[in-house]
């Protein structure tokens, strides 16, 4: 089975004055949690990886998580990739994982909801044979 490494920006690192204004700490922590468990509980073999705003301290997060691990896929959350200020977070969480397994297959939700579809569209998840 193919392990996934899922990357996000945690609740906390958002800043919630670009978001839209129905969103807070709590919501989108619950969200969070909602769409890794789901993730899980589908059958999929996933590592949660959530990381703050800074370029550096993501890299290092990154790496950390391919030292203990090894994975075959990466899922990398919207909030990385949507919101323009993180441009460079999202350029250095594509080049550490390309350059920690070269080759390595990436895919993107567009939420916390919509990991299920992301992730179908490269694996499938285990299913149980009982």
């Known amino acids: 089975m193919t392990r996934i490494l899922m990357i996000g920006i945690h609740a906390r690192a958002l800043d919630y004055s670009k978001l839209p204004p129905d969103l807070d ?6 969200r969070i949690e909602a769409g890794f468990g789901a993730t ?19 890299e290092a997060e990154i790496r950390a ?12 959350g919207g909030g990385i990739r949507m919101v323009p ?11 550490t994982c390309n350059t920690e397994s ?3 297959t990436f895919c ?22 009982t």
Request: glycine share 6%.
């Open 25 to 30: 700490e709590a919501t989108m922590t619950e």
């Open 40 to 58: 899980v509980a589908a059958g999929f073999d996933a590592v949660s990886c959530l990381i703050g705003t800074s370029p550096d301290e993501a």
């Open 65 to 76: 998580a391919f030292a203990r691990d090894r994975f075959g896929l990466v899922m990398i």
């Open 85 to 95: 200020d993180y441009t460079e977070l999202f350029e250095r969480v594509i080049n």
């Open 102 to 104: 070269p080759g390595i």
């Open 108 to 129: 993107f939700n567009q939420s916390p909801e919509t990991t299920l579809d992301a992730l179908k569209r490269h694996v499938q998840p285990q299913t149980s044979t």
